[in-house]
């Protein structure tokens, strides 16, 4: 699943879309589009793993679930793959393999953008206060919750986890306040390194506990588990990192 870093590169690539207008619309995603046209695209916003195209009237929500993606200027993907289409005269952008739905303009005023990890509104007090309300709940799924740190994935939760050497299934009422504090700042500061090497195309090269079989620290054989509520894997190393229970 694209994680947040992700996200905001393709709101880059959809950025010179900014101020056209529509001059049509399709893909097999499950609402009128006949509406779309002749509607400007008045902006683009991210919130974590999910991206809306903000029109006069109306609003798009596009999630790339765990295997979407996109194009500019050229459908590259066959139309059985194709949720949306929009085309802006002579240029045009193509959604592939993911979730998109129409959402009330609303509804972008109730979404709480201070949980964006890579959000300049970004609220670690905030975020605090919901890991110290949920004490029985382990690290991996805090990071996983979209509503405590939006944007964060599985890769980031991997690598996080390691750097601030702590077990996946730590429970977050057992981890004291200097580990939380860690847990959040390397969770922001990751986001962004994540974000950079990517589009340096060397996010791979920098990885040092996702997908990993040998600690890079002792040498000792990485756990490959699946943890938590959500049951994803996680990488880790029981020498260097600690389990708080």
Excluded at 39 to 56: A, N, P, S
Excluded at 105 to 117: G, Q, R, S, T
Excluded at 200 to 217: E, F, G, R
Aim: net charge positive.
């Amino acid at each position: 699943m694209p994680e947040g870093p992700t996200i905001l590169l393709m709101k880059e690539c959809l950025q010179p879309f900014k101020g056209k207008t529509v001059t049509d619309a399709g893909g097999d995603a499950k609402f009128d589009k006949e509406p779309l046209t002749g509607q400007t695209l008045q902006d683009i916003r991210t919130f974590g793993k999910q991206t809306y195209l903000v029109f006069d009237t109306m609003v798009v929500r596009i999630h790339l679930l765990m295997f979407g993606s996109f194009s500019i200027d050229e459908q590259i993907r066959p139309d059985a793959r194709l949720r949306l289409s929009l085309f802006f005269g002579k240029d045009s952008m193509y959604f592939y393999t993911c979730s998109v739905k129409l959402v009330d303009p609303e509804f972008l005023d109730m979404i709480d953008w201070e949980a964006d990890v890579m959000s300049d509104s970004w609220n670690p007090a905030k975020t605090k206060k919901k890991l110290k309300s949920n004490p029985d709940m382990m690290v991996c799924d805090a990071l996983m919750d979209q509503d405590i740190f939006s944007g964060v994935g599985n890769i980031i939760k991997n690598e996080v986890l390691f750097l601030i050497g702590v077990q996946p299934e730590s429970l977050l009422g057992k981890m004291p306040d200097k580990k939380l504090k860690e847990l959040m700042e390397e969770a922001r500061n990751y986001s962004f390194d994540f974000l950079r090497w990517k589009r340096d195309s060397v996010l791979k090269q920098h990885w040092l506990a996702h997908t990993k079989k040998t600690c890079p620290i002792c040498g000792g054989k990485m756990i490959n588990k699946q943890t938590g509520l959500g049951k994803r894997r996680s990488f880790y190393c029981e020498k260097d990192q600690k389990l708080y229970h």
